[in-house]
């Protein structure tokens, strides 16, 4: 039974359950098995004010909830509003999130609450071509009326067909499954062009034209092709279209992460020429003998036998490591030099790597 407690609400005084006697809260309706979902969805299902503000649910901004004990992702939010906005999407940075882009530094920070105003990336602000910081709302699109957006959500109109969109493979929420639909990864990386710089889109252009690794992956075609990029750049009007198209030119089918990319493009920068990019290496020590395997080095300048190893964390373990040492020595007794660098080399626009590979191929005999 329940006693009251006078607080001085005017003499009605609340009703007070007993210690230990926690009244759990009602269960939420079957159809509504989204670990997110919307105010409009639990009205749809008869859901009550005091239910949403009972302690299992979380507001994750005006009109939007969440269930606290489960770990909120992106594409959740993303879908949920999608759900009840049938001709929206996700778009921009929030698409290149569910893509999952490779993008630098904050901008690659999935977003599940309201975030601030501007992104790092590099140590640099990031900025936009004309309003100065980026916008790292979930940033969503429809076709038709467009809503209000929130601290959580930016909202944008668009035109575009239904062949410049795609489904991202459904998500394993708490009871119901769904498609979220989203720009292609093609538009996604033209919309880019107005927040990134033409490097930062250069990586991810590499990223989408990459061969892929079929064991690790399962898939053995690429996202992309070169050809493919270069058209729709050149086709492309939006905003940012000189950095993309110019971005677009420096793609290369074979980096396998940024940091190759970023290496390629600062060498080349630098005056360096430009080096082959994960391609398998075999040479004949001596005349008449088998072909030796040296591996696939990330980057490489077969003319001056020079390669380049960039390491990972994965090559800290100890079965790589050992792997690693056993290929160095195997390619410096067919007589080719090893750079390696860490990310360490990466800062400053690569000036140490820069520094390190011009004089391994000066020592090769290189006169740039």
């Known amino acids: 039974m329940s006693r009251l407690l006078g607080t001085g609400d005017g003499g009605r005084g609340l009703p007070v359950h007993p210690v230990g006697m926690v009244r759990s809260p009602t269960p ?3 159809g509504l098995g989204h670990a997110v979902f919307t105010t409009r969805e639990a009205r749809g299902h008869g859901v009550s004010p005091d239910r949403l503000r009972a302690g299992d649910l979380v507001s994750l901004g005006r009109g939007l909830w969440a269930l606290r004990s489960r770990e909120v992702t992106e594409a959740e939010i993303v879908a949920a509003h999608c759900r009840v906005h049938p001709a929206a999407f996700a778009a921009g940075i929030t698409a290149a999130h569910l893509w999952d882009f490779p993008l630098p530094g904050a901008l690659g920070d999935k977003v599940v609450t309201a975030p601030v105003r501007s992104a790092r990336a590099d140590g640099q602000l990031v900025q936009t ?15 038709a009326w467009r809503p209000l957006g929130t601290d959580l959500i930016r909202w944008s109109g668009s035109s575009l067909s239904r062949d ?3 489904a991202l493979v459904p998500l394993k929420q708490v009871a119901v499954d769904q498609v979220v639909p989203l720009t292609s990864r093609i538009r996604t990386l033209l919309d880019l062009g107005s927040v990134l710089q033409p490097e930062a889109l250069t990586v991810i252009g590499d990223h989408l034209v990459r061969r892929p690794r079929p064991r690790f992956e399962g898939r ?3 996202f992309a092709t070169i050809e493919q990029l270069q058209t729709a750049a050149e086709e492309h009007t939006g905003r940012g279209v000189r950095a993309v198209r110019a971005a677009m030119k420096m793609v290369r089918m074979s980096s396998d992460s940024p940091a190759e990319t970023r290496l390629r493009l600062a060498f080349l920068r630098a005056g360096l020429p430009e080096p082959v990019a994960n391609s398998r290496l ?3 020590v001596a005349p008449g003998d088998g072909l030796i395997d ?3 080095p990330d980057l490489q300048w077969p003319q001056w036998r020079v390669v380049l190893e960039h390491e990972g964390p994965s090559h800290l373990r ?10 160095t020595e ?3 007794d067919a007589g080719w030099l090893e750079v390696r660098t860490t990310a360490r080399d990466l800062r400053h626009e690569c000036r140490s790597a820069i520094v390190r590979t011009r004089a391994a191929l000066a020592s090769r005999g290189w006169r740039g």
């Open 282 to 284: 075999r040479v004949a």
């Open 220 to 222: 053995t075609q690429p």
């Open 28 to 30: 939420l309706p079957a």
């Open 318 to 327: 100890p079965e790589q490591l050992a792997r690693d040492i056993e290929r």
């Open 294 to 296: 040296l591996g696939e």
């Open 129 to 143: 071509s004309e309003v100065g910081t980026v916008d790292r709302r979930i940033h969503l699109a429809t076709t």
């Open 164 to 166: 410049q969109l795609s």
């Open 330 to 332: 195997r390619r410096r």
